[in-house]
Protein backbone atom coordinates (compact mmCIF):
# COMPACT_ATOMS: atom_id res chain seq x y z
CA UNK A 1 0.00 0.00 0.00
CA UNK A 2 0.95 3.73 -0.50
CA UNK A 3 1.98 4.95 2.59
CA UNK A 4 -0.76 7.76 3.73
CA UNK A 5 0.19 11.10 5.49
CA UNK A 6 -0.44 9.19 8.75
CA UNK A 7 2.52 7.27 7.72
CA UNK A 8 4.58 10.81 7.60
CA UNK A 9 6.07 11.21 10.72
CA UNK A 10 5.98 14.62 12.74
CA UNK A 11 9.63 14.89 12.44
CA UNK A 12 10.21 14.83 8.92
CA UNK A 13 12.09 18.02 8.45
CA UNK A 14 8.77 19.51 6.29
CA UNK A 15 6.27 18.36 9.35
CA UNK A 16 5.01 21.11 11.58
CA UNK A 17 6.96 21.69 14.92
CA UNK A 18 6.44 19.44 18.10
CA UNK A 19 6.67 21.91 20.81
CA UNK A 20 4.73 21.45 24.39
CA UNK A 21 1.58 23.19 24.40
CA UNK A 22 1.03 25.62 27.21
CA UNK A 23 -1.86 25.71 29.36
CA UNK A 24 -4.22 28.57 27.56
CA UNK A 25 -4.70 31.43 30.02
CA UNK A 26 -7.72 31.77 31.91
CA UNK A 27 -8.20 34.64 30.63
CA UNK A 28 -9.10 33.38 27.09
CA UNK A 29 -10.15 30.97 24.91
CA UNK A 30 -9.07 31.32 21.69
CA UNK A 31 -5.84 30.60 20.14
CA UNK A 32 -3.14 33.42 20.11
CA UNK A 33 -2.83 35.11 17.06
CA UNK A 34 0.56 35.05 17.11
CA UNK A 35 2.58 32.01 19.18
CA UNK A 36 6.42 32.26 20.14
CA UNK A 37 8.18 29.34 21.52
CA UNK A 38 10.94 32.16 22.90
CA UNK A 39 7.56 32.95 25.25
CA UNK A 40 6.58 29.63 26.21
CA UNK A 41 10.22 28.84 27.37
CA UNK A 42 9.34 31.72 29.55
CA UNK A 43 12.24 34.06 28.94
CA UNK A 44 14.56 31.08 30.21
CA UNK A 45 15.59 29.38 26.24
CA UNK A 46 18.51 27.77 26.52
CA UNK A 47 19.00 27.79 22.34
CA UNK A 48 22.39 28.45 21.11
CA UNK A 49 19.95 30.59 18.76
CA UNK A 50 17.32 32.47 20.11
CA UNK A 51 16.91 34.80 16.90
CA UNK A 52 15.37 31.26 14.89
CA UNK A 53 13.08 29.99 17.57
CA UNK A 54 9.88 29.71 15.97
CA UNK A 55 6.90 31.58 15.56
CA UNK A 56 3.86 31.37 14.42
CA UNK A 57 1.38 33.74 12.75
CA UNK A 58 -2.48 33.40 12.33
CA UNK A 59 -3.11 36.25 10.64
CA UNK A 60 -0.33 35.97 8.22
CA UNK A 61 -1.42 34.50 4.59
CA UNK A 62 -0.21 34.43 1.35
CA UNK A 63 -1.74 34.32 -2.29
CA UNK A 64 -0.82 30.91 -4.66
CA UNK A 65 2.47 30.65 -5.99
CA UNK A 66 2.86 32.12 -9.31
CA UNK A 67 4.79 30.39 -11.61
CA UNK A 68 8.18 31.76 -12.42
CA UNK A 69 11.45 30.53 -14.92
CA UNK A 70 14.31 29.26 -12.92
CA UNK A 71 17.55 29.39 -14.03
CA UNK A 72 20.12 26.96 -12.99
CA UNK A 73 23.27 28.44 -12.22
CA UNK A 74 25.25 24.76 -12.39
CA UNK A 75 24.86 25.38 -15.94
CA UNK A 76 26.84 28.11 -16.56
CA UNK A 77 29.40 26.35 -13.44
CA UNK A 78 33.10 25.53 -14.58
CA UNK A 79 33.26 22.16 -14.03
CA UNK A 80 37.22 21.90 -12.71
CA UNK A 81 35.60 24.03 -9.36
CA UNK A 82 38.25 26.03 -9.01
CA UNK A 83 36.54 29.15 -7.34
CA UNK A 84 34.74 26.74 -4.94
CA UNK A 85 37.41 24.33 -4.18
CA UNK A 86 40.36 26.19 -3.66
CA UNK A 87 43.80 25.16 -2.85
CA UNK A 88 43.78 24.03 0.97
CA UNK A 89 40.03 22.42 0.75
CA UNK A 90 39.40 19.50 1.19
CA UNK A 91 37.05 17.32 -0.25
CA UNK A 92 35.30 13.33 -0.01
CA UNK A 93 33.37 10.99 -1.08
CA UNK A 94 30.34 9.63 1.79
CA UNK A 95 29.27 7.29 -0.12
CA UNK A 96 29.85 6.17 -3.81
CA UNK A 97 26.87 7.53 -5.83
CA UNK A 98 25.85 10.09 -3.15
CA UNK A 99 27.46 12.75 -0.50
CA UNK A 100 30.73 14.58 -0.18
CA UNK A 101 31.95 16.38 2.44
CA UNK A 102 34.03 19.33 1.96
CA UNK A 103 36.15 21.60 4.71
CA UNK A 104 38.21 24.34 4.51
CA UNK A 105 35.31 26.44 2.66
CA UNK A 106 33.34 28.89 3.82
CA UNK A 107 29.84 29.12 1.76
CA UNK A 108 28.92 33.08 2.54
CA UNK A 109 32.28 34.31 0.47
CA UNK A 110 31.75 32.38 -2.60
CA UNK A 111 32.19 34.47 -5.43
CA UNK A 112 29.41 34.41 -7.91
CA UNK A 113 31.82 32.28 -10.08
CA UNK A 114 31.70 29.75 -6.33
CA UNK A 115 27.83 30.17 -6.30
CA UNK A 116 27.64 28.79 -9.61
CA UNK A 117 30.33 25.81 -9.28
CA UNK A 118 28.40 24.99 -5.64
CA UNK A 119 24.76 24.55 -7.62
CA UNK A 120 26.97 21.50 -9.93
CA UNK A 121 28.71 20.04 -7.45
CA UNK A 122 25.46 19.63 -5.26
CA UNK A 123 23.73 18.16 -8.69
CA UNK A 124 26.28 15.88 -9.17
CA UNK A 125 27.03 14.65 -5.52
CA UNK A 126 23.07 15.29 -4.49
CA UNK A 127 24.30 16.23 -1.18
CA UNK A 128 27.32 18.06 -0.03
CA UNK A 129 28.54 18.47 3.79
CA UNK A 130 30.30 21.74 4.51
CA UNK A 131 32.07 22.35 8.25
CA UNK A 132 32.95 25.19 10.03
CA UNK A 133 30.57 27.59 8.56
CA UNK A 134 28.95 31.01 9.68
CA UNK A 135 25.52 31.05 7.85
CA UNK A 136 23.70 30.52 11.85
CA UNK A 137 25.90 33.68 12.84
CA UNK A 138 25.07 36.00 9.86
CA UNK A 139 22.22 38.05 10.43
CA UNK A 140 19.15 36.08 9.00
CA UNK A 141 18.58 38.47 6.12
CA UNK A 142 22.04 38.02 4.94
CA UNK A 143 21.95 34.02 5.08
CA UNK A 144 18.88 34.59 3.22
CA UNK A 145 20.35 36.27 0.24
CA UNK A 146 23.02 33.98 0.24
CA UNK A 147 20.61 31.26 -0.66
CA UNK A 148 18.35 33.67 -2.53
CA UNK A 149 20.83 33.04 -5.76
CA UNK A 150 19.67 29.75 -6.18
CA UNK A 151 16.39 30.34 -6.87
CA UNK A 152 13.00 32.16 -5.48
CA UNK A 153 12.56 31.26 -1.86
CA UNK A 154 9.77 28.89 -0.89
CA UNK A 155 7.62 30.05 1.82
CA UNK A 156 6.43 26.99 3.89
CA UNK A 157 2.66 26.63 4.45
CA UNK A 158 2.63 25.42 7.76
CA UNK A 159 5.52 25.44 9.84
CA UNK A 160 6.95 27.78 12.06
CA UNK A 161 9.71 30.64 11.23
CA UNK A 162 11.98 33.22 12.75
CA UNK A 163 9.83 36.23 13.31
CA UNK A 164 9.79 38.46 10.62
CA UNK A 165 11.83 35.85 8.11
CA UNK A 166 8.55 33.51 6.34
CA UNK A 167 10.95 32.14 4.03
CA UNK A 168 13.25 30.36 6.81
CA UNK A 169 11.49 26.84 7.51
CA UNK A 170 12.70 25.73 10.91
CA UNK A 171 12.95 22.36 12.17
CA UNK A 172 12.56 21.92 16.28
CA UNK A 173 12.86 19.73 18.82
CA UNK A 174 13.32 19.47 22.72
CA UNK A 175 14.28 15.81 22.47
CA UNK A 176 13.00 15.08 25.80
CA UNK A 177 11.71 11.27 26.64
CA UNK A 178 7.93 12.31 27.16
CA UNK A 179 8.36 14.13 23.80
CA UNK A 180 9.76 11.00 22.33
CA UNK A 181 7.68 8.53 23.68
CA UNK A 182 4.68 10.34 22.80
CA UNK A 183 6.12 10.35 18.93
CA UNK A 184 6.28 6.28 19.24
CA UNK A 185 3.48 5.72 21.16
CA UNK A 186 1.61 4.62 18.15
CA UNK A 187 4.38 4.12 15.70
CA UNK A 188 7.48 1.77 15.46
CA UNK A 189 9.86 3.57 13.53
CA UNK A 190 10.82 7.95 12.55
CA UNK A 191 12.08 7.12 9.21
CA UNK A 192 9.51 9.09 6.58
CA UNK A 193 11.37 9.22 3.02
CA UNK A 194 10.29 12.30 1.50
CA UNK A 195 11.59 15.19 -0.63
CA UNK A 196 10.19 18.60 0.44
CA UNK A 197 6.96 20.64 -0.66
CA UNK A 198 6.82 18.23 -3.82
CA UNK A 199 3.42 19.30 -3.93
CA UNK A 200 4.03 22.86 -5.29
CA UNK A 201 4.35 22.97 -8.93
CA UNK A 202 7.89 24.02 -8.54
CA UNK A 203 9.29 22.12 -5.72
CA UNK A 204 12.59 23.06 -4.54
CA UNK A 205 16.26 22.18 -5.85
CA UNK A 206 19.22 23.26 -4.60
CA UNK A 207 18.76 23.40 -0.25
CA UNK A 208 20.17 24.39 2.49
CA UNK A 209 19.67 22.84 6.18
CA UNK A 210 22.16 24.46 8.80
CA UNK A 211 22.18 23.33 12.32
CA UNK A 212 21.47 25.68 15.48
CA UNK A 213 21.46 23.08 18.54
CA UNK A 214 21.95 19.55 17.57
CA UNK A 215 21.92 16.15 20.15
CA UNK A 216 25.55 15.16 20.53
CA UNK A 217 25.05 11.67 19.06
CA UNK A 218 21.53 11.25 17.11
CA UNK A 219 19.02 13.27 15.25
CA UNK A 220 21.04 12.70 11.89
CA UNK A 221 19.48 13.18 8.70
CA UNK A 222 19.22 10.28 6.09
CA UNK A 223 19.29 10.74 2.14
CA UNK A 224 18.70 8.72 -0.65
CA UNK A 225 19.75 8.55 -4.01
CA UNK A 226 16.68 8.74 -6.34
CA UNK A 227 18.69 8.65 -9.68
CA UNK A 228 20.43 5.30 -8.57
CA UNK A 229 17.34 4.34 -7.59
CA UNK A 230 16.18 4.77 -11.09
CA UNK A 231 19.52 2.78 -12.29
CA UNK A 232 18.37 0.00 -10.26
CA UNK A 233 15.16 -0.81 -11.90
CA UNK A 234 15.23 -3.13 -15.27
CA UNK A 235 15.01 -1.88 -18.44
CA UNK A 236 11.41 -3.05 -18.88
CA UNK A 237 9.66 -0.98 -15.72
CA UNK A 238 11.86 1.69 -16.79
CA UNK A 239 10.54 1.72 -20.05
CA UNK A 240 6.55 1.17 -18.28
CA UNK A 241 7.38 4.35 -16.35
CA UNK A 242 7.91 7.15 -18.87
CA UNK A 243 5.30 9.01 -19.45
CA UNK A 244 3.48 8.65 -15.97
CA UNK A 245 2.45 11.26 -14.09
CA UNK A 246 1.91 11.32 -10.22
CA UNK A 247 0.01 13.36 -7.82
CA UNK A 248 1.47 15.62 -5.56
CA UNK A 249 -0.51 16.98 -2.70
CA UNK A 250 -0.13 19.21 0.39
CA UNK A 251 -3.92 19.19 1.51
CA UNK A 252 -2.90 16.54 4.48
CA UNK A 253 -0.29 18.59 5.68
CA UNK A 254 -2.26 21.46 5.83
CA UNK A 255 -5.13 19.08 7.49
CA UNK A 256 -2.37 17.80 9.73
CA UNK A 257 -1.32 21.46 10.82
CA UNK A 258 -4.96 22.91 11.49
CA UNK A 259 -5.86 19.96 14.12
CA UNK A 260 -3.16 20.75 16.01
CA UNK A 261 -4.06 24.64 16.05
CA UNK A 262 -1.26 25.44 13.59
CA UNK A 263 -1.31 27.98 10.78
CA UNK A 264 -2.12 27.47 6.68
CA UNK A 265 -0.55 30.66 5.47
CA UNK A 266 -1.33 29.18 1.98
CA UNK A 267 -4.07 27.05 1.07
CA UNK A 268 -3.15 23.77 -0.06
CA UNK A 269 -2.18 22.96 -3.94
CA UNK A 270 -1.93 19.60 -5.56
CA UNK A 271 0.16 19.20 -8.74
CA UNK A 272 0.89 16.25 -10.96
CA UNK A 273 4.77 15.70 -11.78
CA UNK A 274 6.09 12.88 -13.77
CA UNK A 275 7.17 9.70 -12.22
CA UNK A 276 11.04 9.81 -13.81
CA UNK A 277 12.22 13.54 -13.99
CA UNK A 278 15.63 14.61 -15.87
CA UNK A 279 18.16 16.73 -13.79
CA UNK A 280 18.73 20.04 -15.76
CA UNK A 281 22.01 20.25 -15.20
CA UNK A 282 23.21 16.57 -15.31
CA UNK A 283 20.50 14.99 -17.72
CA UNK A 284 20.36 12.47 -14.90
CA UNK A 285 16.96 10.89 -14.54
CA UNK A 286 15.70 10.16 -10.95
CA UNK A 287 12.61 8.28 -9.78
CA UNK A 288 10.66 11.35 -8.54
CA UNK A 289 8.01 10.04 -5.72
CA UNK A 290 8.48 9.85 -2.10
CA UNK A 291 5.93 8.98 0.94
CA UNK A 292 5.50 12.27 2.04
CA UNK A 293 3.41 13.84 -0.76
CA UNK A 294 2.64 11.65 -3.43
CA UNK A 295 -0.47 10.09 -3.74
CA UNK A 296 -1.32 7.96 -6.60
CA UNK A 297 -0.64 7.49 -10.38
CA UNK A 298 -2.66 9.16 -12.74
CA UNK A 299 -4.75 7.07 -15.40
CA UNK A 300 -4.41 3.37 -12.92
CA UNK A 301 -6.69 1.91 -10.60
CA UNK A 302 -6.22 2.39 -7.39
CA UNK A 303 -5.27 -1.21 -6.46
CA UNK A 304 -2.87 -1.10 -9.22
CA UNK A 305 -1.73 2.92 -8.52
CA UNK A 306 -1.00 1.51 -4.68
CA UNK A 307 0.44 -2.01 -6.24
CA UNK A 308 3.12 0.12 -7.76
CA UNK A 309 4.10 3.40 -5.70
CA UNK A 310 3.84 0.90 -2.96
CA UNK A 311 6.74 -0.64 -4.61
CA UNK A 312 8.98 2.39 -6.00
CA UNK A 313 8.89 3.45 -2.11
CA UNK A 314 9.78 0.44 -0.64
CA UNK A 315 12.32 0.05 -3.38
CA UNK A 316 13.72 3.43 -2.33
CA UNK A 317 13.28 3.31 1.53
CA UNK A 318 15.42 -0.16 1.18
CA UNK A 319 17.88 1.39 -0.76
CA UNK A 320 20.86 1.41 1.96
CA UNK A 321 23.39 0.69 -0.74
CA UNK A 322 22.64 3.91 -2.17
CA UNK A 323 22.03 6.40 0.90
CA UNK A 324 24.39 8.49 2.66
CA UNK A 325 23.61 9.46 6.74
CA UNK A 326 24.74 13.27 7.56
CA UNK A 327 25.88 13.13 11.27
CA UNK A 328 25.24 17.04 12.46
CA UNK A 329 27.92 19.14 14.37
CA UNK A 330 27.60 22.46 15.35
CA UNK A 331 28.22 24.75 12.37
CA UNK A 332 27.35 22.12 10.02
CA UNK A 333 25.67 23.29 6.37
CA UNK A 334 24.38 20.36 4.57
CA UNK A 335 23.16 21.40 0.59
CA UNK A 336 21.58 18.40 -1.14
CA UNK A 337 19.36 18.46 -4.65
CA UNK A 338 15.69 17.52 -3.60
CA UNK A 339 15.19 17.17 -7.40
CA UNK A 340 17.17 14.13 -7.01
CA UNK A 341 17.12 12.89 -3.45
CA UNK A 342 14.28 11.64 -0.56
CA UNK A 343 15.54 12.22 2.66
CA UNK A 344 14.48 11.10 6.65
CA UNK A 345 15.47 12.87 9.90
CA UNK A 346 16.01 10.44 12.56
CA UNK A 347 14.22 10.40 16.30
CA UNK A 348 16.88 8.24 17.96
CA UNK A 349 17.75 10.27 21.22
CA UNK A 350 15.89 10.79 24.26
CA UNK A 351 18.16 13.07 26.68
CA UNK A 352 16.41 16.44 26.20
CA UNK A 353 18.93 17.96 24.13
CA UNK A 354 17.51 20.47 21.48
CA UNK A 355 17.42 19.56 17.86
CA UNK A 356 16.95 23.25 15.96
CA UNK A 357 17.90 24.00 12.54
CA UNK A 358 16.96 26.46 9.82
CA UNK A 359 16.27 25.41 5.90
CA UNK A 360 16.21 27.52 3.21
CA UNK A 361 14.63 26.60 0.10
CA UNK A 362 14.93 28.09 -3.27
CA UNK A 363 12.50 27.16 -6.13
CA UNK A 364 13.99 25.22 -9.27
CA UNK A 365 11.95 24.18 -12.52
CA UNK A 366 8.79 22.65 -13.06
CA UNK A 367 9.44 18.99 -12.96
CA UNK A 368 9.94 17.31 -16.52
CA UNK A 369 11.51 13.92 -18.48
CA UNK A 370 13.21 13.55 -21.67
CA UNK A 371 11.93 10.94 -24.11
CA UNK A 372 13.02 7.10 -22.62
CA UNK A 373 15.94 5.71 -24.84
CA UNK A 374 16.66 1.88 -24.65
CA UNK A 375 19.90 1.12 -22.72
CA UNK A 376 22.65 -0.76 -24.76
CA UNK A 377 22.50 -4.27 -23.88
CA UNK A 378 26.11 -5.49 -23.15
CA UNK A 379 25.89 -8.04 -26.28
CA UNK A 380 24.97 -4.82 -28.50
CA UNK A 381 27.83 -2.59 -26.94
FE1 LIG B 1 12.31 17.43 4.68
Redesign the pocket.
Known sequence: MAPSVADLPEN???APLTVPVKTAPETTDKKPKVRRVIEEEGGQTTASYPNYLPVWDHGEKYPPLEPFVHVDHGKDADPSFKDLLPEGSKIQKLAPTIGSEVTGVQLSKLSKAGKDQLALLVAQRKVVVFRDQDLADLPIQEALDFGGYFGRHHIHPTSGAPEGYPEIHLVHRYGDKSEIDAFFADRNSSVGW?S?VTYEQQPPGTTFLYILDTPEVGGDTAFVDQVEAYNRLSPAIKERLHGLKAVHSGFEQAEFSKKRGGVVRREPVKNEHPLVRTHPVTGEKALFVNGGFTRSIVGLKKEESDSLLGFLLNHVGRGIDYQVRVRWAPKTVVVWDNRITA?SAILDWKTGERRHLARITPQAERPYETPYVPEQTSAQA
Do not use: K, R
Open positions: TETHDH
